[in-house]
């Protein structure tokens, strides 16, 4: 069985922390508009940086709180996941469960709390108004649900283009550093073979001048024919 996540949901194989979700919150926290993919304040650059800085940030929450690593890809798609389930059991009222406690976070980061105002005037309308003021307040109800679900479909759909527009920077990235690797290694390889020059010839040893000394007993007989 895999292991429950923090923000609802399950995650197979490798499980993000409490910790690791701490640190995510706090620092979408930190960067509204960056979390809620607005591309008019933060380039496709910029936005791979700061998803690299937050994947280094909860990559190392994992060695203390047990949680896993990804990378900055992964951590974009998992954003996106937890962003979604929040919205849907935010929606649901209470039907798919209480929020949990970053649940709420991602609620407040969000936006998306449930408005419970038209059961309630549902209920009021059945108890004191006349079926002419009930029809008009059911109408108002549904223009004002409709009106909703397109805005709630624009910014999803805006969020969805900001957050595919991020993994496309984050995998150019990725490619312009492979690309830097391959050049630098085809560098050194074209070092290794290129060929080298002979060594120096080592120096020539300087000419010594010899010196003859006549024999003693040469000597003496030069001197003994005088």
């Known amino acids: 069985m895999s292991a429950p996540n923090p923000a609802g949901g399950a995650v197979c ?9 701490d640190v995510l919150l706090n620092f979408m926290e930190e960067h509204p508009d960056f979390a809620a993919g607005k591309q008019s304040f933060y380039s496709r650059f910029s936005s791979s940086k700061l998803w690299r800085l937050l994947a280094e940030r909860i990559n190392a929450a994992a060695d ?3 949680g896993t ?3 900055p890809d992964k951590w974009c798609r998992y954003w996106a996941d937890i962003k979604y389930k929040a919205r849907k059991k935010s929606a649901a009222a209470g ?15 969000l936006k998306a709390a449930p408005d419970p105002a038209p059961n309630c005037n549902k209920n009021a309308s059945r108890n004191s108004h006349s079926d002419e003021d009930r029809r008009a307040t059911q109408e108002d109800e549904t ?11 624009g910014v999803a759909t805006e969020e969805l283009l900001a957050e595919a527009a991020m993994r496309t920077a984050l995998a ?7 690309v830097s690797q391959a050049v630098e290694l085809l560098r050194e390889l074209v070092g290794i073979l290129r060929p080298r020059p002979p060594p120096p010839a080592p120096p020539q040893p300087e000419p010594t001048t010899l ?16």
């Open 69 to 71: 690593k990804k990378s």
């Open 172 to 178: 150019a990235e990725k490619q312009a550093e492979s």
């Open 95 to 109: 039907a798919l469960g209480e929020l949990s406690h970053h649940e709420e976070r991602l609620r407040d980061l």
């Open 143 to 153: 223009w004002s649900d409709g009106e909703g679900i397109s805005e709630a479909a």
């Open 64 to 66: 203390e709180s047990g």
């Open 13 to 21: 194989r490798g499980r993000v922390s409490a910790e690791q979700l």
């Open 211 to 226: 010196i003859l000394h006549q024999h003693p007993h040469v000597q003496h007989q030069t001197h003994h024919r005088m």
